[in-house]
């Protein structure tokens, strides 16, 4: 992948920066899969305090955002 440039536009986005933008998507959704395929219910619940977020919540929240994200350059 390469750099893009982030400068603002008054419209909508190229078709160049929704490619961009759904590659890293997919690279970052891939990257998250693998980063907690191992792990079992007791380490996916665990909240390393009370009141903070357990690694499933995190994974649930990344997975709604990039979501929102996706649908919104398509």
């Known amino acids: 992948?390469?750099?893009i440039d982030y400068a603002l536009t008054d419209g909508p986005v190229?078709?160049?920066q929704r490619a961009y933008a759904v590659d890293v998507l997919r690279s970052t959704r891939d990257a998250l899969h693998q980063s907690v395929a191992g792990l079992n219910d007791a380490q996916l619940a665990y909240r390393p305090a009370p009141g903070?977020?357990?690694i499933a919540e995190n994974v649930e929240h990344i997975v709604l955002v990039?979501?929102?994200i996706?649908?919104?350059l398509n």
């Open 52 to 54: 903070q977020w357990s």
């Open 14 to 16: 190229t078709a160049e």
């Open 70 to 72: 996706f649908t919104a």
């Open 1 to 3: 992948m390469r750099p």
């Open 66 to 68: 990039e979501e929102g």
